[in-house]
């Protein structure tokens, strides 16, 4: 069994709600510690193994595999999730704003509220970004021709005589 399918296991394995609170937040804390590494300093592109990136990062090989998962989005080259293994040659070279916007759409403010987001993006490109997001999620609804009203091609005769047949 690939490390992947290990962490899908491990992720959705069935505990009590304390459990599952308590393997959550021990996972987030850890994703907060690595986010905070790497924002501090972003010109660096993490590069190795996947065993010697996890040890770096202070994490088993299963659990940073979960982290390479929620960060594989916002990576310039994505890495083959499926195909990892200890030895797997990894390299985390990071689209910021990207990731900015994954994490606003993962709902996720221990994240993108991090101080250290100042060093990489500047106040006015993470409000522009939040805003895309925002807009992302909005759906305008376009007003509907009743069959009574004119038909919208113009030709003067009821939508219901005209183009509504």
Do not use: H
Request: net charge negative.
């Amino acid at each position: 069994m690939g490390l992947y399918s290990q962490w899908e296991e491990l992720a959705q394995q069935e505990r009590t709600q304390e459990q599952q609170k308590k393997f959550w937040d021990e996972y987030f804390a850890l994703e907060t510690n690595n986010y905070k590494s790497i924002l501090s300093d972003p010109e660096r592109v993490r590069e190795g193994t996947l065993v010697s990136l996890a040890e770096e990062f202070g994490m088993d090989e299963i659990a940073f595999t979960g982290f390479l998962d929620g960060i594989n989005t916002s990576l310039i080259k994505p890495i083959e999730l499926e195909r990892l293994s200890s030895q797997s040659k990894l390299k985390l070279e990071i689209d910021y704003e990207k990731l900015y916007y994954n994490m606003l759409e993962a709902k996720a403010p221990w994240l993108f509220t991090l101080t250290e987001w100042d060093g990489v993006l500047s106040a006015e490109k993470r409000k522009a970004i939040t805003k895309e997001q925002r807009a992302s999620k909005s759906y305008v609804n376009e007003e509907s021709v009743g069959r009574n009203d004119p038909c919208p091609c113009g030709s003067g005769r009821k939508y219901k005589k005209c183009c509504g047949k």
